[in-house]
């Protein structure tokens, strides 16, 4: 039954392609059969027996499979991994790493007071999790005047939205609608560009830091991974505090998915760990505001 369903591939191809099929069929017929199938239908298929195991242990078959899933430059064989296989089994945890383009989205932490003539804006750029040294890394672009605050004293923050009625029994009026869960400020920030009115950076964080459920925990309600730019993050502001950058979300983890689920189904592409990243890499042309 398995290798029924594995061969309906076969009924979407053009005439042409079929005779071509056909006609490679001379040579490897199981090898080029195999080649058709996704990573499901290969593991299904390399437990009909022992002839059909050894033909699907040929590493060109899981080169393919690694091919269609990362971009080419995370397919580092050494010296991680000993052949494709492992690579495809491990889900390439080595060397590459859910990637979310924030800058594309706009995504800024801005001054609440700005004018057109006295400016300061800090710009996402980009998201990683890095989900073989289970870290999360941040990079940012700040500019504006002269006098612009150093970025180290920046957090990010996880919060619950809640309705009121969930947390709220009395019925009293809030002025917050969520529930902040915990406030991480960087323990490690690595400059790229530091000058006056201008710093590019990268905030690093363990994932125990920002995510007390773990990668893999289930969130109950909607959740949001946030950001604010040389403040702490200030859910009700009080009235002898409250932050002068606007706080901004990274990421939204619906409710009933973990954080890994929603950063492997939301990220824009992979990307090599940025231990072993050239950083120049990652910085988009420069930001005017």
Known sequence: MATVVALKNFADLSVSELLTTIAALNGD???HVF????????????QVCQAWKRTGTDDGLWH?????????HTLQISP?????????????????????????????????YNTPTHFYQCRLVSFQYDRWHD???????????????????????????????????GGVQQPEACILLLSARGHEYEPYIASRGHFQGTFQWA???VLPKGPDGKYTCDTSLVFCYANAVVLAPSDDFEA??????????????????????QCTSYDLPFVIHDRKSWWKPAISH
């Not at 080649?35 to 390399?46: E, G, H, Q, V």
């Not at 494709?84 to 800024?108: I, K, Q, W």
């Not at 706080?247 to 950063?263: C, D, H, W, Y």
């Open 207 to 209: 994932t125990s830091q």
């Open 35 to 46: 080649t058709k199938l996704d990573l499901r239908s290969l593991c299904c298929a390399m």
């Open 80 to 112: 991680n991994y000993k052949d494709y296989r492992e690579m495809v089994t491990l889900d390439n945890v080595y060397c590459a790493s859910p990637f979310l383009d924030l800058a594309s989205h706009g995504t800024c932490s801005t001054w609440r």
């Open 64 to 72: 393919r499979l690694a091919a269609q899933r990362w971009p080419a």
């Open 135 to 169: 870290l999360v890394r941040l990079c940012i672009d700040a500019r504006g005047e002269p006098d612009l605050r150093i970025p180290q004293a920046s957090y990010i923050a996880l919060v619950e939205d809640k309705p009121e009625h969930e947390y709220n029994p």
């Open 29 to 31: 017929p199981l090898g």
């Open 244 to 265: 002068d950058y606007k706080t901004t979300e990274i990421l939204k983890i619906p409710a009933g998915q973990s954080f890994r689920e929603t950063v492997v189904h």
